[in-house]
């Protein structure tokens, strides 16, 4: 079973920048594709963006498109998300996560999960 650590949270004021990355377990990492969610006190999680396997696809949630980029190195295992621009609606526990099935698209479903890391954008 995979483990995903993530790391970079913290808190930053509006319009500032975040990384976030996620260590990934295995040697099978080069073949999923990576996903970013989060998910907000007394919301449900939501997607945030995610890469494929082979960093030819990436999608963004649309209230993130254009402030975040989300990229993976294969041979780190190792999957990034550089969050720009931010605003208090991105404050949120951020997850790092694995497609259920290898060489997939990228759209889902995802069923490995890290521990998550908490964001906070104050105004």
């Known amino acids: 079973q995979v483990q995903l650590v993530e790391s970079g949270g913290g808190l930053v004021q509006t319009g500032g920048s975040l990384r976030l990355s996620c260590a990934a377990s295995g040697r099978t990492f080069s073949s999923y594709a990576m996903g970013w969610f989060r998910q907000a006190p007394g919301k449900e999680r939501e997607f945030v963006a995610a890469?494929?396997?082979?960093?030819?696809?990436?999608y963004y949630a649309d209230s993130v498109k254009g402030r975040f980029t989300i990229s993976r190195d294969n041979a780190k295992n190792t999957v990034a998300v550089q969050m720009n621009n931010l605003k208090p609606e991105d404050t949120a526990v951020y997850y790092c996560?694995?497609?259920?099935?290898?060489?997939?698209?990228?759209?889902?479903?995802?069923?490995?999960w890290g521990q998550g890391t908490q964001v906070t954008v104050s105004s």
């Open positions: 890469i494929s396997c082979n960093n030819d696809r990436t």
């Open positions: 996560a694995r497609e259920s099935a290898p060489y997939g698209s990228g759209r889902g479903p995802f069923n490995s």
